[in-house]
C-alpha cells in the first residue's frame, strides 16, 4: 500500500475533463485534495494524496501523464537549508513518519528525503524556515500558502 502526496499540474486543455474521477474508477486509487487552484481553460495546479497499491498508484501516474499532466512528488519539494537548520530539533517532534530525526550520539538532526511524504508539517514549526518547499517556479510566498497544515 502506498500513500503519497503529490503536485499535479493540468495543461488547459485537461482543465474541464474528469481525469481525477477516472484515477479512482480505472486503477482503484483512493485520494484526498489537499489543495486545487484549477479554472476552465487555464492550467491548473493541485496537490493530492493518492492512496492505493504500489502498482495502481504507479499505473495511474503513468495515465496521468500520457494526458500530459505533470505530476511530481511533493516530497521531492521539499528541502533542507542546512545553512539555516541550527539543530534545535523541533521538527523531529512533528514528522510523522521519521523524515526528520536525531542521530544518536552525535545528537544531529538528520533529514531522509527517502521516508518524506511531503506533509510540509515541518515548515511552519521550524523557527527559522529551514525547511522549504519548493513548487516548481513558485516563491516562498505561494510555498507558505501552499503548506499543507
Ligand atoms: S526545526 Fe528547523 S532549525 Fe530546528 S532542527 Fe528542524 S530544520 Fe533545523
Ligand atoms: S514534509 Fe517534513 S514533516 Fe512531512 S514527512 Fe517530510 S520531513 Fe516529515
Redesign the pocket.
Given at each position: 500500500m502506498s500513500t503519497r502526496i503529490y503536485i499535479l499540474r493540468f495543461p488547459k486543455e485537461t482543465s474541464n475533463d474528469p481525469i481525477i474521477y477516472q484515477l479512482v474508477k480505472q486503477y482503484d486509487i483512493e485520494f484526498n485534495i489537499l489543495k486545487a487552484d484549477i479554472l476552465p481553460q487555464r492550467e491548473g495546479v493541485m496537490i493530492l494524496e493518492l492512496k492505493g497499491a504500489k502498482e495502481s498508484v504507479n499505473k495511474g501516474i503513468e495515465f496521468l501523464k500520457s494526458l500530459g499532466v505533470k505530476v511530481e512528488r511533493?516530497?521531492a519539494s521539499?528541502h533542507?537549508d542546512d545553512k539555516k537548520c541550527f539543530q534545535c530539533g523541533a521538527?523531529t517532534g512533528?514528522?510523522?513518519?521519521?523524515?526528520?530525526a536525531i542521530q544518536r550520539p552525535e545528537m544531529l538532526v538528520v533529514?531522509?528525503?527517502e521516508?518524506?511524504?511531503?506533509?510540509?508539517?515541518?515548515?511552519p514549526?521550524c523557527p527559522v524556515r529551514a525547511?522549504e518547499?519548493s513548487l516548481g517556479a513558485g516563491t516562498l510566498a505561494e510555498v507558505e500558502e501552499k503548506t499543507i497544515v
Open positions: 511533493l516530497a521539499i533542507r521538527c512533528i514528522c510523522p513518519v521519521g523524515a526528520l533529514f531522509d528525503p521516508k518524506c511524504t511531503g506533509c510540509s508539517l515541518c515548515v514549526i525547511m518547499v
